[in-house]
């Protein structure tokens, strides 16, 4: 699917605020209220929008500790793979899960109120699956967390400059005679 700059703005609106009327969002991307849902369903459809979903406070949770465990495995079977997956994606505290190209081979981050209920998510880890090598970085200050993603780079040709977003023009009304 490609991706115009009305398109662009009504992802950044709609990743700002998923909850935003349709009046307001179609005001936002410079469209009538029609077309404008139609784009969004068109994004919806083409999986574009996966979903839409209420971004909780941490804070307010209780959930007050993000940790990076770097993990480090001798065995790259697709099984062992498979298993650790299996472990991982069981725990609800582990919120991102990335395998990783260099020296560490899976970078977890971890939500947890505190290092006491840090250390039973891990003793849970280690209890289903054995890893060569399990380091925890604790964060001290959360300097920028989003889950907004930069739409610019949508439909980019391989090395040309970016769509850079261009703020809706407003409409002139018509002079009347």
């Keep these: 699917m490609r991706l115009d700059a009305i398109d662009r703005r009504i992802l950044d609106a709609l990743q700002a605020d998923a909850t935003i009327q349709l009046a307001d969002l179609a005001k936002e991307a410079g469209l009538s209220p029609t077309p404008c849902w139609r784009r969004v369903k068109n994004l919806e459809e083409a999986g574009v929008i996966r979903c839409r979903v ?10 007050n500790v993000t940790v990076f465990v770097a993990i480090r495995t001798n065995q790259h079977t697709p099984e062992w793979l ?12 582990v919120v991102d899960f990335y395998r990783m190209s260099g020296d ?8 947890v109120p505190d290092i006491a209920a ?21 964060a001290m200050e959360e300097i920028k967390c989003t889950t907004a993603l930069p739409v610019r780079y949508a439909d980019a040709v391989p090395g040309e400059e970016p769509v850079r977003p261009r703020k809706a023009a407003r409409r002139r009304p018509k002079s009347r005679p």
Excluded: C, W
């Excluded at 498979?82 to 505290?93: D, K, Q």
């Excluded at 560490?104 to 939500?111: A, F, G, K, S």
């Design 54 to 63: 209420a971004l909780l406070d941490r804070a307010k949770l209780n959930l």
């Design 82 to 93: 498979e298993r650790f997956a299996r472990a991982v994606l069981e725990i609800p505290e």
């Design 104 to 111: 560490i081979d899976y970078l977890l981050r971890v939500v």
């Design 118 to 138: 840090y250390d039973e998510v891990y003793k849970r880890l280690i209890k289903r699956i054995d890893l060569y090598d399990v380091s925890s970085s604790f």
